[in-house]
């Protein structure tokens, strides 16, 4: 099970930390990502973080504005947006991906407007 927590209404140039908390399967084994959703839009990778390295690696449209990060002993993965656009306005998901097991979170709205 994965739950996420931290979204929000925030102004243009704002920022937000969005959490996800994983139970139920042996997090430190799992890559996470966040991926995201706009209304009419396709669901697009934001972010992912390797299981063991912590290599990250990030859609362009984020580099330098967003970051993730993984606590392994919290079985919590975050990401940090700063500088947030109105384009970034989205339903938030974390996923767990490990060979064939795939596991989603119910997600949780960003909002962007002044």
């Known amino acids: 099970q994965l739950v996420e927590s931290g979204g929000g209404l925030v102004q243009p140039g704002g920022s937000l930390r969005l959490s996800c908390v994983a139970s139920g399967f042996i997090f430190s084994n799992y890559r996470m990502s966040w991926y995201r959703q706009a209304p009419g839009k396709e669901r697009e990778v934001v972010a992912r973080i390797t299981a063991t390295s912590g290599s990250t690696e990030y859609a362009d449209s984020v580099k330098g504005r967003f970051t993730i990060s993984r606590d392994n002993v919290k079985n919590t993965v975050y990401l940090q947006m700063n500088s947030l656009k109105p384009a970034d306005t989205a339903v938030y998901y974390c996923?767990?991906?490990?060979?064939?097991?795939?596991?989603w979170g119910q997600g949780t709205q960003v909002t962007v407007s002044s």
């Open positions: 996923q767990a991906f490990w060979y064939l097991y795939t596991y």
